[in-house]
């Protein structure tokens, strides 16, 4: 965010061509955004806007509440603005490819989290995110190379070992799948139901009943419903 930081005090320096009322909005818009109370936050980006319609920072602002409050469409309208005062502003780039994401527009979301890398991130999530709409996309290869980057990024991000491993699986790369879910499942304390589900189905595939139930039982227990039915189907069948 270094360059919207830049960009803030130059913005704050250009208020005077603004109202004293958009930049009172405004600043009490951020208060309530950092005190999580992205809602109220919202409504005094709107009243900022108002005032101000040209008021960049207040775009962003408004677009990342609405981004929090699962707005996803509100949100990219927004973002789309900041984008054009701050196209060089890879961090826009990765909200807005989020904002895609959650609605499965894969390749725009795609697009948004390349050119939030092209700016230059280090931001693992970004990585992790455009693996997701690689393997949506049926890249599985590409998703892979995603996520390796966001885990050489962040060694204990047990999220990328999950999805990595779900790649594996998609590739009938099984030792290499197994590994993963159970790296997951270690960083997690384990307490990952997704990677014990995900491991218990490749145990199942490849016949090993026993360790395929052990998996499933787990996940149950931490209350993942699928692998509650899957267990079931399994047991009854001895």
């Not at 950092?34 to 409504?43: G, H, L, V």
């Not at 997951?184 to 145990?203: F, H, P, S, V, W």
Request: charged letters at 30%; one cysteine or more.
């Amino acid at each position: 965010m270094k360059r919207l930081v830049v960009g803030l005090f130059f913005t704050s320096l250009a208020m005077a061509g603004f109202s004293q009322s958009a930049e009172e909005f405004y600043n009490r818009g951020v208060e309530k955004f950092d005190a999580k109370n992205y809602t109220d936050a919202e409504q005094d980006f709107t009243s900022a806007l108002s005032l101000a319609p040209e008021y960049a920072f207040a775009y962003f602002k408004r677009g990342h509440a609405r981004l929090l409050l699962g707005k996803w469409e509100e949100a990219t309208d927004d973002l789309d603005e900041a984008i054009r005062y701050y196209p060089d502003e890879e961090y826009l780039y990765h909200l807005r490819g989020f904002a895609h994401l959650q609605r499965n527009f894969h390749e725009s979301a795609k697009k948004d989290f390349t050119r939030s890398i092209e700016l230059g991130t280090t931001r693992p999530e970004t990585y992790l995110n455009r693996g997701l709409c690689r393997f949506m996309l049926r890249d599985f290869e590409g998703s892979i190379e995603d996520m390796t980057k966001a885990i050489e990024l962040r060694p204990e991000y047990s999220g990328a070992y999950l999805q990595r491993g779900i790649s594996h699986a998609a590739l009938k790369h099984n030792n290499e799948a197994d590994s993963d879910f159970t790296k997951a499942i270690a960083l997690t304390g384990y307490k990952d139901a997704e990677a014990y589900y995900q491991r218990g189905l490749l145990a199942k595939k490849a016949g090993r009943i026993g360790d395929a139930k052990n998996d499933l039982k787990r996940a149950a227990d931490l209350g993942h419903l699928k692998a509650a039915n899957a267990y079931e189907a399994l047991d009854s069948l001895e």
